[in-house]
């Protein structure tokens, strides 16, 4: 039996300001998906967990340093082609952290509130990430607003 191909693993991460904007990373144009937005992350590592991939990953692309107990796990979105590495994309949300973040070389960063979040755009996995962070970031508002005023 012929062994398939090995699933990539990526975390990924919607940095949230407090006026509920989310970071987003245009790519490299040299890149994969040159010049599209997405969520600024990477790679897992050989025995890596996907918390601690995003501390290194975030550390490295955007210098900034966040803690694995600040980011709270919101969706993934899957690609399975025929010939083709499976990815799993775990996006992850974080409202804390220390730095201000800089784009690496050939990268762009850019504050986006929600609403606009759907016009930019992105590689195929981020896209429904992005919808999925839209309806967790309302429900989130929404149960806030309930304690608020309960």
């Excluded at 409202?95 to 986006?112: F, I, K, M, S, Y």
């Amino acid at each position: 039996m012929e062994a398939g191909p090995t699933l990539l693993a990526v975390a990924a991460m919607a940095l949230i300001d407090p006026a509920g904007r989310v970071l987003m990373q245009r790519r490299p144009e040299n890149r994969a998906h040159g010049g599209l937005w997405e969520f600024p992350g990477g790679k897992l590592e050989a025995d890596e967990g996907p918390a601690e991939a995003l501390v290194r990953e975030i550390a490295e692309e955007l210098g900034i340093a966040i803690h694995a107990a600040d980011l709270t796990p919101v969706s993934f979105a899957a690609s399975e082609g025929a010939g083709q590495r499976p990815l799993v994309l775990l996006l992850y949300a974080c409202r804390r952290w220390e730095g201000d973040p800089v784009a690496e070389p050939g990268a762009a960063l850019q504050w986006t509130s929600i609403d606009q979040l759907s016009a930019l755009a992105m590689p195929p996995l981020d896209i429904p990430l992005a919808a999925a962070l839209a309806t967790f970031l309302k429900k989130l508002q929404l149960d806030q607003q309930r304690g608020c005023h309960a």
